[in-house]
């Protein structure tokens, strides 16, 4: 009998930084919906040491802190979908056994054209995937709408002022380098598209917390995808928040804006079609790709989602489906 295992974030450097995203456990949620069971946690910096019976697992996830600890022990049997590989490491992650690594495993599913071309241009057989999180809307339903509108981390980036204050050589850099600026492109890209009584009752998150376990990992992630799919409509910077929304049905809208480095910036191909978005360019300029009736948004204003996205969904069901042998289901 076949034996399973998911990606969690335990241990290591998560728990001495005492910070976790709860965007990852919102990744391995998706993958876990086609598990029979979860025989093991096996954390994502740690997969080089895993060392009990043969697990089969999906393998999406980001791409990775140590990319020393990388290939994953043969006791893993993967399946390589939604991988993204951030450009902060492929200097150091494309050693020969990781290269031959891939190419046994191929061909490899990528959650961006970026992963993908850097694949294919060591000699893997790519493909783009999208993200496994867009397969969320097969396990969590819809059924009812709440009157919550929910704002997360709003060109996170760019950070709060209360956050810049807790961290005096980050706020001194933006200052020198112009960028304190968003702090007020921020509040007045909200200001142009959204009322006062949308920007007054809405729900504010933060989709970083304090370190959790594997299990509170899950638990707080389904509490958030439940809460997610009952929302009037969402508003985000986060691709792990405005992802699920779509695969739900949520209304969501992406704020894409105060992303100024490479190594965000190359999350995002591929992904960004998907959404209704504002962009927000270097300048403070914005605009949107979607319509809306009236001057701005307000609390019953009708939103609708693209569905650009539903092939690469049911190709991924399709997929895990395969590979584990069952239906989805938590």
Request: glycine content about 6%.
């Amino acid at each position: 009998m076949s034996k399973f295992g998911v990606i969690v974030y335990e241990g290591g450097e998560f728990e001495k930084a005492n910070l976790l995203n709860l965007g990852d456990y919102v990744q391995s949620t998706a993958a876990k919906q086609f598990l029979p069971r979860v025989d093991e946690y096996i954390t994502r910096e740690g997969m080089h040491l895993y060392n009990n019976d043969t697990v089969k697992m999906i393998m999406n996830a980001w791409y990775m802190a140590n990319p020393e600890n990388f290939p994953p022990s043969k006791k893993i049997d993967p399946l390589y979908v939604s991988l993204h590989l951030n450009s902060s490491i492929i200097d150091k992650i494309f050693r020969p056994e990781v290269v031959e690594h891939f190419k046994a495993h191929q061909p490899i599913g990528c959650r961006d054209n970026h992963t993908r071309d850097l694949l294919i241009s060591k000699g893997v057989d790519a493909y783009y995937s999208g993200c496994m999180t867009l397969t969320l809307g097969n396990t969590y339903k819809r059924t009812e709408v709440s009157n919550e509108v929910i704002f997360v981390d709003i060109m996170h980036d760019s950070l709060t002022l209360k956050k810049l204050l807790k961290q005096p050589l980050r706020l001194g850099k933006r200052i020198l380098t112009g960028r304190i600026k968003e702090l007020v492109v921020r509040r007045n890209i909200l200001q142009k598209y959204f009322d006062d009584e949308v920007l007054d009752n809405a729900t504010y998150i933060d989709q970083m917390v304090p370190y959790i376990n594997a299990d509170e990992g899950f638990k707080m992630a389904d509490e958030y995808l439940k809460r997610l799919a009952a929302a009037r409509f969402v508003v985000t910077s986060r691709i792990h928040t405005a992802l699920p929304c779509l695969a739900m049905g949520t209304p969501v809208i992406f704020v894409n804006g105060g992303f100024k480095t490479k190594v965000d910036k190359c999350r995002f191909d591929g992904l960004f079609d998907f959404f209704n978005r504002i962009d927000v360019d270097g300048k403070g300029e914005s605009s949107i790709n979607f319509s809306f009736n009236g001057d701005k948004i307000g609390m019953n204003t009708e939103l609708s989602n693209k569905d650009l996205h539903v092939p690469f969904a049911n190709e991924l069901i399709a997929k895990c489906k395969q590979f584990t042998g069952i239906d989805a289901k938590l």
